[in-house]
């Protein structure tokens, strides 16, 4: 028996209705875990609720959600304030920017307030953020703003958000990190500017054509050698095939750790029955795995830094 609607499940849907009256290009983000939309030429994260305890809007978001949302093009937030008549249409940065300023938990859940004027209640007394631009603020949806430079497909973004995560939490971890990727940006900054290394170290059993263009690599120093740890191959919408290829050239690295991130498992499996004599080389991760690691990275780093310890 199917699983009865919620309020917020009804509210949001609402939403969708509205919006296919401005559009009927309304997609799901099906590579996000989240409730996320492609419409027109814009992305969206929708969250719906009622009126709650102190005549407030509570709503909950995952930092990774949030971030996913905000590497897209043309991202907005969307809050379905108890009636599709109060709706605040976002754009990302607007509460990303604000995000150090709005309690979380450990887990990196956030608690978006709204009070019944429609104002973002952030830390501090009295301190609040004025939505009324952006309250029912539809046009957003039919004429978002114009996005400069190249535009990215929503698998090409989320690649680039994983390269950026496994980035970070190399350099937490304290290995030497490299990137080959250096025109994409990961939360408003170039990958490189991640990356502790800017040239890949080249190594004496390995092709550096193809090390160099390996996704993403964790480096031991050692004397005035640099030792591969883990190597990863993101495939959200390329091959798996040219992923297993290039990550071989280390294989005669046998402490080196290679990892594929996708989505297709059963297909990481159909290659890796071909080159069975390395396959206990290769582990199959999910994107939303490294999502959740590197969440819990940075959150036992910010414990760290407010305990000393």
Known sequence: MPKEATRADKLAKSFLERAREI????????????????ILDANFLIRAGTLGKNNRYF??????????????????????????DQVIILPASELINRLPSISHDRNG????????NLNLILNGRNNKVNCSPYINAWHLISNPPKIQGVKS??????????QGRLIEIGNVRGFQT????????FNS????????????????????????????????????????ECAFEVEISTGTWSGV???????DYANTRLFVI??????????????????????????HLIGELYAAELGLQELRQEIGL
């Not at 290009?25 to 875990?33: M, N």
């Not at 290829?245 to 294989?251: E, H, K, N, P, V």
Request: net charge neutral.
């Open 262 to 287: 996708s989505e297709e498992e059963r297909k990481f499996q159909q290659v890796m029955s071909t080159f069975s004599e390395y396959s206990l080389r290769y582990k199959h991760i999910q994107p």
């Open 189 to 228: 900054k170039l990958l490189s500017a991640f990356a502790s290394l800017r040239v890949c170290p080249e190594l004496q059993f390995s092709e550096y054509s193809l090390l160099r263009q390996i996704d993403v690599l964790w480096f031991r120093e050692k004397g005035q050698n640099y030792i591969p």
């Open 23 to 38: 559009s009927v290009e309304i997609e799901p983000i099906k590579v996000l875990k989240a409730r996320a939309y492609n």
């Open 59 to 84: 709503f909950g978001l995952n930092y990774i959600h949030a971030e996913e949302i905000a590497n897209l093009d043309n991202p907005f937030f969307v809050f379905v304030c108890n009636s599709i």
């Open 245 to 251: 290829g290039r990550l071989a050239t280390l294989i």
């Open 109 to 116: 859940e956030y608690k978006i307030v709204f009070d019944a």
């Open 178 to 185: 490299y990137c080959p990727n250096k025109s994409k940006h």
């Open 153 to 162: 497909t929503v698998e090409e973004s989320v690649h680039t958000v994983v």
